[in-house]
Nanobody, 115 residues
Framework: VQFVESGGGLVQPGGSLRLSCAAS????????MGWYRQAPGKERERVAH????????YYADSVKDRFTISRDNAKNTVYLKMNNLKPEDTAVYYC?????????WGQGTQVTVSP
């Protein structure tokens, strides 16, 4: 099982980024997929997840109305579009199957929001 995240970077407050995560080693379409983030000194938190059929979606209150999760089952890829970024969104962002059933994580992608 492998997750490869990309798309992070340095952006000013109010800016946007689109993260991508390519997954492999399991039946991608059968699993809900989530985006998680970990800021320095804090525990990893789930910011969004999406069911295999893309019908049921969850967002943490802190990102609701600013972030959009989507997936392409044909490409085994999950996306996170982040708009109106705030300094408190600074973190390493990871993707994984919901509740991380496989026990492995990717390297993540750093998102830094700073003037």
């Amino acid at each position: 099982v492998q997750f490869v995240e990309s798309g992070g970077g340095l952006v000013q407050p109010g800016g946007s980024l689109r993260l991508s995560c390519a997954a492999s080693g399991f039946t991608f379409s059968s699993y809900a997929m989530g985006w998680y983030r970990q800021a320095p000194g804090k525990e990893r938190e789930r910011v969004a997840h999406i069911r295999g059929n893309s019908i049921l979606i969850y967002y943490a209150d802190s990102v609701k109305d600013r972030f959009t999760i989507s997936r392409d089952n044909a490409k085994n890829t999950v996306y996170l579009k982040m708009n109106n970024l705030k300094p408190e969104d600074t973190a390493v962002y990871y993707c994984n199957a919901l509740n991380a059933p496989f026990g492995s994580w990717g390297q993540g992608t750093q998102v830094t929001v700073s003037p």
